[in-house]
Antibody, heavy 117, light 107 residues
């Protein structure tokens, strides 16, 4: 059974870059698309972007200028970088698997990231 | 961007009752709609995809319907574990947006 685990710093300073990694276990990263989603009290659930093992990506237009999602097939991991963060980027960040019908069917437990000096 | 609105904001019901949730899209999304359930402190769980298909392992008491702009999620007879927040999500043109959620609580 596929499981996902987010990891990364829980505190990031304003204007710096948020970096998170999602480790996929119980299956190969090469079989699906993978996504990042975040959830904050102010904005609810917000899709950030997705990636395929080939490196194909697509991003939320509202975040596109600040987001990079990458994949490391040797480690069965994919990663999120969000630059120039502000307090508005404080959220629980989830990684998720995208199933054949293009919906998120397996989610990590989520990791809380706070942007504060 | 396609905006999803959900109603009601809160639904107060008792175990055994029928629950109905509504989701409306700002423009037609065909049947590209999913429903998720989220308990406090947990990740969302996929219930229904493409408007009416139950995800793997989802009980038959959950059903979805609709197409175009108006969609419905129904729980036929509430179990104690069903009290949670329910979100709809659309994937038109592979740009995903979520609704604000409906909280189902115990009456």
């Amino acid at each position: 059974q596929v499981q996902l685990q987010e990891s990364g710093p829980g505190l990031v300073k304003p204007s710096e870059t948020l970096s998170l990694t999602c480790t996929v276990s119980g299956g190969s990263i090469g079989t699906h698309y993978w996504s990042w989603i975040r959830q904050s009290p102010g904005k609810g659930l917000e899709w950030i972007g997705f990636i395929f093992y080939t490196g194909r990506t697509d991003y939320n237009p509202s975040l596109q200028s600040r987001v990079t999602i990458s994949v490391d097939t040797s480690k069965n991991q994919f990663s999120l970088r969000l630059s120039s963060v502000t307090a508005a980027d404080t959220a629980v960040y989830y990684c998720a698997r995208i199933q054949a019908h293009w919906y998120m069917d397996v989610w990590g437990k989520g990791t809380t990231v706070t942007v504060s000096s | 961007e396609i905006v999803l609105t959900q109603s009601p904001v809160t639904l107060s019901l008792s175990p055994g009752e029928r629950a109905t949730f509504f989701c409306r899209a700002s423009q037609s999304i065909s049947n590209y709609l999913a429903w998720y359930q989220q308990h406090p402190g947990q990740a969302p769980r996929l219930l229904i995809y493409d408007a009416s298909n139950r995800a793997t392992g989802i009980p038959a008491r959950f059903s979805g319907s609709g197409s175009g702009t108006d969609f419905t999620l129904t729980i036929s007879s509430l179990e104690p574990e069903d009290f949670a927040v329910y979100y709809c999500q659309q994937r038109s043109r592979l740009i995903y947006t979520f609704g604000p959620g409906t909280k189902l609580d115990v009456k």
